[in-house]
């Protein structure tokens, strides 16, 4: 098997040249639409927008940091224009219920006029009610009508005066009221002595007739309370014409401007008649401005009941809203009603009624963060009943978890006709999909953006202007084709691809930020590359001190890792520590051990419960291996224990599967593994190394180690073969390698990569399916076949002499096992 050749510096960097972009300047590339290069995701989500039918919300599925918020806000600025007007939403007062305002829609822009006009139509109509009840011709009308009532009931009591006079009985007029005495002479009263000195029978004649007069006067008393009641009929009678003729030319000044709008031609109808019906209660209101804020917080009658609470506004225009809610609670999507405290109590009314992102969004869109709405208690359970009911209903969060008891208005709901937009990551939506079972049916389409693009030279002239764009939108200076060609590189190394281009555009814009700072320290017209460089540099500095703490333990020797020499059982793993935009990665020792056992092999980073799934999977994979490679012939007897050396943490992924089967090979083999080396890798059961994540921040991890301590040329890196496309390493690292003072090895097999960590050849089985002498696989092969014959003795019954003689003169195998197929891999 020929043994892996270095990688040249070629393979480890793809560079972006400058000469080839065609442009000396960003200031010459057009603008290009982030949008652009999410055609997947453009196309769906202008599905999801043209859909009218219930249920056709979007949500958006991206990395953060890809500019998904910029992709929809230009997306829906262009839609904005397209579809219905939206309406304009008020509440009004309730005149027959005052805890149940009512609901009143008006075309876009109008809501506006009504408003002010209602308020001015209030701040008119104290001075005209006052004028109207102050006025001459409305004293004389009520004085003329209680100067009638007083006549009428003066006439009343005269009449039954006269009439008792006749019969010898006097009505007389007390402080404790009427009475009835008898007369002598028929003009002075009787006194008691008189009365009683008159004969039985006048007496008796005189007291029937006082009787008879006394229930005329009694049923006359009790018509007085009808005819005062008539009488205050007519006075409000005259009250109401008063205020009709006072405030009516107020309601038909204002009649015209909604003469097409038959719903607020109902309401100023029932202003009219409120008015008309409160009188003097309403009267009472206007004598103080003070006074009437207080009698309309307590719910009494008030002139200010006649507002209008102008919801949503929207322009004239008929531009569609577009709502960013960064706040999602439950009140701060469907709306709140406000409290004011009066007398320790706390009161509201209609105007109170504040709108939400729903009500703000309605006829147009509500984007969202996804994450942030399932973070709000009851948000999105409050989110989910509006669109499923296509209204939207004020709630409140303390009455719905039972914290208040009082009597709560209860608004008019708001018809909905709106598209929410959620913005989240994959790992949202696909665990809304799998657990809410509504989802599905209220989000029905999803735009997928892309992570990444493939890195062609199409590709790369349009993410040439996306630059320049970006560069623009931040009022940046212009960049030099080779600032540009940096900036691509970057995206790359973003990526973690050397073929693609990440489409994460926030870091791209801090970078030519920063960048624009040092080319204006610089006082350059221009940013170049050198600029980029210069930020990228002080990017690692600020974020290198976690970094610098691991290499500075493993350089004083805390930290046990080896650079030089050679150790059987131990190699150099290498761990990656993600620390948002500036992960890095470290060795870490890895070793193995063998004896004589069972077959198994034992995970004491799983035995302590410090490894994850991932990580057991990949160790019993190499068990796997290990029995299909070398248990065929004989069972497996031994026993093998892996550790992360000086681990105190989780451990988790199979990165460091080849690294674990390399050193427990070395352990079984007996052979020592270069230490100058590091791996990484995972293995499946066939003993083929498969990719891994993070490689280029693993292979710069490990040279910064060898740098510290001084590059031999002896130092490298052994990577997945698969992984060489991954490559985008610091410069430093790929002039290392030019200079043979660093290496790279890319592996395909469990078997390339002993050969190169020992020194020593695989050994690979001939026709005759007998491996060669001296290799790698063949001194596990005696190792193992040494275990499974000790094994068998210990399992025996000692021997006779005789047996025992003969056991001790059996010659020793001819020749280790190898696997059927001849092949030294399964």
């Not at 209008?308 to 322009?315: A, C, D, Q, S, Y």
């Not at 395909?748 to 290799?775: W, Y």
């Amino acid at each position: 098997m020929p043994v892996p050749s270095p990688l040249p510096p070629e393979k480890l960097f793809t560079r972006c040249d400058a000469a080839a972009i065609g442009f000396a300047s960003s200031a010459e590339l057009p603008d290009l639409d982030a949008a652009l290069i999410h055609p997947r995701a453009l196309e769906a989500a202008h599905l999801g927008l043209d859909m009218r039918q219930q249920g056709y919300n979007l949500f958006v599925l991206g990395d953060a940091g890809s500019g998904r918020h910029a992709i929809i806000d230009r997306l829906l600025a262009g839609e904005r224009r397209n579809g219905a007007a939206p309406a304009d939403w008020c509440y009004i007062n309730n005149f027959a219920n005052h805890s149940r305002p009512r609901l009143l829609r008006l075309p876009c822009g109008r809501g506006a006029r009504l408003r002010d006009d209602m308020q001015r139509f209030v701040g008119e109509l104290a001075p005209a009610i006052a004028a109207a009840f102050e006025s001459a011709e409305y004293r004389g009308r009520i004085e003329s009508l209680q100067e009638e009532e007083k006549l009428r009931e003066e006439k009343a009591l005269r009449q039954l005066g006269h009439a008792s006079g006749e019969q010898g009985i006097a009505l007389l007029r007390t402080p404790q009221g009427f009475v009835f005495a008898p007369l002598k002479n028929g003009e002075e009263t009787m006194s008691s002595e008189e009365f009683s000195q008159l004969p039985e029978e006048r007496q008796e004649e005189l007291g029937k007739k006082m009787e008879g007069f006394h229930e005329q006067l009694h049923r006359l008393m009790n018509e007085f309370p009808q005819w005062r009641r008539e009488s205050q009929g007519r006075i409000k009678e005259a009250s109401r014409e008063a205020l009709k003729l006072a405030v009516g030319h107020l309601i038909e000044e204002l009649r015209p401007a909604y003469a097409d709008l038959p719903a607020v031609g109902e309401f100023l109808d029932a202003v009219l008649q409120d008015i008309v019906e409160s009188g003097e209660s309403l009267r009472e209101t206007t004598k103080s401005d003070d006074e009437t804020e207080t009698t309309f917080f307590s719910g009494t009658i008030a002139i200010q009941r006649y507002l209008v609470n102008l919801l949503v506004e929207n322009p004239a225009s008929g531009e569609r809203p577009i709502v960013h809610e960064d706040h999602p609670t439950l009140q701060n999507l469907v709306g709140r009603i406000e409290h004011l405290v009066h007398m320790g109590t706390l009161v509201s009314n209609f105007t109170l009624i504040k709108a939400g992102a729903l009500q703000r969004a309605n006829g147009g869109f509500l984007v969202l963060d996804a994450l942030k709405v399932l973070s709000q208690p009851y948000a999105w359970e409050g989110l989910k009943r509006a669109l499923q009911s296509g209204e939207v209903r004020i709630e409140s969060l303390s009455e719905m978890i039972g914290l208040t008891s009082t009597t709560q208005m209860e608004p008019e709901p708001v018809p909905l006709d709106i598209k929410v937009v959620l913005i989240g990551e994959r790992i949202v939506y696909y665990l809304l999909s799998e657990y809410d079972p509504d989802f599905p049916a209220l989000f029905k389409i999803t735009a997928d953006m892309e992570s990444d693009i493939p890195r062609t030279p199409e590709n790369t002239a349009q993410y040439a202007r996306l630059i320049a764009t970006l560069a623009r939108q931040a009022e940046l200076r212009p960049l030099t084709a080779a600032a540009v060609a940096r900036l691509v590189e970057h995206a790359a190394r973003l990526a973690s691809d050397a073929e693609k281009l990440s489409t994460q555009t926030q870091p791209l814009d801090n970078l030519m930020r920063e960048a624009d700072h040092f080319a204006a320290r610089d006082a350059a017209a221009t940013i170049d590359a050198a600029h980029v460089e210069t930020a990228l540099a002080a990017h690692r500095r600020r974020h290198e001190g976690m970094r610098r703490r691991y290499q500075e333990e493993i350089l004083r020797g805390q930290w046990l890792v080896d650079t030089a020499g050679a150790h059987v059982g131990q190699i150099n793993g290498l761990a990656v520590v993600p620390l948002g935009d500036a992960s890095f990665a470290h060795p870490v020792r890895i070793t193995a051990t063998v004896r004589m056992g069972d077959g198994e092999v034992i995970d004491i980073e799983r035995e302590v419960e410090l490894g994850g799934p991932i990580h057991s999977k990949g160790v019993l994979i190499l068990s796997s291996f290990l029995a299909a490679r070398f248990g065929w012939a004989v069972p497996l007897s031994l026993k093998a224990s892996l550790v992360f050396e000086q681990s105190y943490g989780g451990v988790e992924g199979d990165s460091a599967s080849l690294a674990e089967l390399a050193a427990l090979l070395s352990a079984l083999s007996g052979i020592p593994i270069r230490q100058s080396l590091a791996v990484t890798g995972s293995v499946n059961q066939f003993g083929v190394v498969q990719p891994v994540g993070g490689i280029n921040e693993k292979i710069e991890g490990f040279f910064d180690i060898c740098a510290a301590r001084g590059l031999t040329g002896d130092q490298g890196v052994l990577i997945p073969a698969p992984n060489v496309c991954h490559l985008m390493l610091r410069q430093e690292v790929v002039d290392a390698v030019r200079q043979e003072r660093f290496r790279i090895w890319a592996v395909a097999s469990i078997d390339e990569a002993m050969e190169l960590l020992t020194g020593v050849p695989a050994g690979l089985p001939d026709e005759k399916g007998e491996i060669p002498a001296g290799t790698v696989n063949f001194q596990i092969a005696l190792q193992l076949a040494e275990f499974a014959q000790m094994r068998q003795d210990y399992a025996s019954p000692p021997p006779k002499p005789r047996e025992k003689k003969k056991a001790e003169a059996a010659p020793p195998p001819a020749k280790p096992p190898a696997p059927p197929d001849g092949s030294g891999k399964s």
